[in-house]
């Protein structure tokens, strides 16, 4: 996304009053909220170019093999806008990893998809180990808190052994084997009668 020198001015001005605050001048107000709905927009058509881009990528694939060169380049930008690849883009790029391009896109997208894998797995580990902590953070507090008991009555806390960490998948157990395409059966001949 890119902003225009005017629009750079009123991101300036805004972020100077977030700062600093300040009153703010009527037309300061109006052109920040102008800015807002500017940015509001080029977010919601970004989004529908994202959703129409996947949409033309799934066309493409369902027509693969006819579709390879174009197939390839959708492929591409979606990949270069973010696109993490799903496992029907691995399964084309192995049935076509013959050619030279789609081989060489299908080491990036094996790449890109196992980080995406590591990094969910990551979030997951974090999000579970998170409130464990958090609970035995918050069960020490209590146990210092003052009052209540003398101190050669108070049980030493016992240490919570730290959360385990899942194992990282091998990708050989998070995307399926190859397997070689099946070759067409021979077509029919057609007898001159």
């Not at 390879?68 to 696109?83: F, M």
């Not at 979030?123 to 609970?135: D, E, K, L, W, Y």
């Not at 003052?146 to 101190?151: N, S």
């Given at each position: 996304?890119?902003?225009?020198?005017?629009?750079?001015?009123?991101?300036?001005?805004?972020?100077?009053?977030?700062?600093?605050?300040?009153?703010?001048?009527?037309?300061?107000?109006?052109?920040?909220?102008?800015?807002?709905?500017?940015?509001?927009?080029?977010?919601?058509?970004?989004?529908?170019?994202?959703?129409?881009?996947?949409?033309?990528?799934?066309?493409?694939?369902?027509?693969?093999?006819?579709?390879?060169?174009?197939?390839?380049?959708?492929?591409?930008?979606?990949?270069?806008?973010?696109?993490?690849?799903?496992?029907?883009d691995l399964a084309a790029l192995r049935a076509l990893r013959r050619n030279p391009a789609?081989?060489?896109?299908?080491?990036?997208?094996?790449?890109?998809?196992?980080?995406?894998?590591?990094?969910?797995?990551?979030?997951?580990?974090?999000?579970?180990?998170?409130?464990?902590?958090?609970?035995?953070?918050?069960?020490?507090?209590?146990?210092?808190?003052?009052?209540?008991?003398?101190?050669?009555?108070?049980?030493?806390?016992?240490?919570?052994?730290?959360?385990?960490?899942?194992?990282?998948?091998?990708?050989?157990?998070?995307f399926p084997p190859r397997r070689r395409p099946v070759p067409p059966p021979p077509p029919e001949e057609r007898v001159a009668g």
């Open positions: 996304m890119a902003f225009s020198a005017d629009e750079l001015r009123v991101l300036r001005r805004a972020l100077a009053v977030a700062l600093h605050p300040a009153p703010l001048q009527d037309e300061d107000v109006q052109d920040a909220l102008l800015l807002a709905e500017s940015v509001d927009e080029a977010v919601r058509e970004a989004g529908r170019l994202r959703a129409f881009l996947l949409d033309d990528l799934a066309r493409y694939r369902e027509a693969l093999p006819g579709s390879l060169s174009g197939y390839l380049e959708l492929l591409q930008d979606a990949l270069a806008a973010g696109y993490d690849p799903a496992a029907d789609a081989a060489a896109l299908l080491a990036r997208c094996q790449i890109l998809a196992e980080r995406s894998v590591r990094a969910r797995l990551a979030r997951v580990s974090q999000a579970t180990a998170t409130p464990a902590a958090a609970t035995s953070v918050s069960r020490a507090r209590l146990l210092a808190l003052p009052g209540g008991r003398a101190a050669a009555d108070k049980p030493k806390p016992t240490p919570t052994p730290p959360p385990a960490e899942r194992p990282v998948p091998k990708p050989s157990e998070v």
